[in-house]
Each structure stands twice: as C-alpha cells, then as structure tokens.
C-alpha cells in the first residue's frame, strides 16, 4: 500500500473515550518486548509509533489514520511492562473494552517473537477474540535473528501452538513479510465493509 499521510488521530486512557473516527481500524496486540512499535513503523515507512530500549511505554490506545482511509490502533503491550498490577488491570480494561465495542474494528494483529512464540497471553487473546467473533491474524516478528532453515522449522513449530491458524513471519529491520502483512490486512478491511453491507 503506497502511503501518502499518516497521522496521529488521537489516544485514549479510558473505556469508551475513543477518537470519533469512520475509518475501518485494525488493532496491534503483542507482549512489550516483540517489537510492537518497529512493526507499526515499518508498515507506514516512518517513524510514527514510539519504540524505546524500555519495553512497555506505550500505555494508552493509541490512533494513526493512513491516507484519511484506514486507522492503526497501537494497544498497550502486555506481559512484561515493569508498573503496579492496578495500572496493568486498567491497561488491561480498557484493551478489553476497545475490543469488544469498536464499532470500526476490523480485525487484530496479534505479535508474537519468532525465537519465543505464543504464551499464556497470546492464548488468551486469541480466545477472547473469537468469543466476540473478532477476526485476527498472528505474525511472527524478529525472522532476521534466524536463519532460513531455522524460521521455517520454527514456523512450523509456532503454526501447531496456535493450532494451526495462519501465520505471517516479519522483519522490521529488513522488510520481510511487509507486502504480505498489509495485503492480509486489506483482507479484513473489505470484509468488514461487506459485512456491513449485507447487514443494512
């Protein structure tokens, strides 16, 4: 996808309090450390979402419209971010409750690291997500820390752990994967509006 303008849309820290946008969104999920931000980054060819040495700095919802026709949600990362237990349930809230009533949603990216994998979190994601009938697809960042033989075992090895859902590899510092990731994710956005069509 050719991108022509990005911009911040707005943030929010409270359920409900969202950006008023009409634009389709898709959301990025992942723990703090899988390179969130770099991903985010690497799809819109410019530094927008923050990256830090310090994983877990992104603590809101944060909103990006691309070419006033899409939105990036970039969700506060889970599973490592040194802060009190009461901020990570009111992380986890208000995750939650976007997930749940975005009305634009179309669909979550869920990251995991190629050299980890899905653990409890991710598991859990992906349950609540199908319990709403919220689509997601899973992608495994970080493919240029292994070699070929080694990422496609390990493709492998990830594919049977999420039970055999498609998974997208990617490379923030190479590219890997970039053209794959936004086709998939056009996916979701025209399903969505043909969703919305056959329920009018």
């Known amino acids: 996808m050719k991108i022509s303008n990005v911009e911040f849309a707005g943030a929010a820290m409270q359920p409900g309090r969202y950006p008023k946008l009409s634009q389709p969104e898709i959301a990025f999920a992942g723990r703090s450390n899988v390179g969130k931000s770099s991903l985010i980054n690497r799809l819109l060819n410019q530094k927008i979402a923050r990256t830090s040495q310090t994983p877990g700095r992104t603590r809101q919802l944060n ?12 969700l506060p990362g ?21 997930l749940i009533h975005a009305p634009n949603l179309c669909g979550v990216v869920i990251i995991l690291d190629i050299r980890r994998g899905p653990e409890a979190e991710e598991a859990a994601l992906a349950d609540f997500l199908a319990y709403h009938d919220r689509p997601f697809l899973f992608v495994a960042t970080k493919c240029d820390k292994l070699k070929r033989n080694q990422r496609e075992k390990q493709r492998q090895i990830l594919r049977r752990q999420i039970g055999g859902e498609p998974l997208l590899l990617f490379s923030a510092r190479d590219g890997q994967g970039t053209d794959a990731l936004w086709q998939a994710m056009l996916t979701l956005t025209a399903a969505l509006e043909t969703k919305k069509i056959s329920d009018a």
């Not at 909103?63 to 970039?74: R, S, W």
Request: proline share 0%.
């Open 63 to 74: 909103f990006f419209t691309i070419n006033q026709a899409l939105t990036f949600v970039d």
């Open 78 to 98: 889970y599973g490592y971010a040194r802060v009190a237990k009461s901020e990570r349930t009111a992380w986890q809230r208000l995750i939650e409750d976007y």
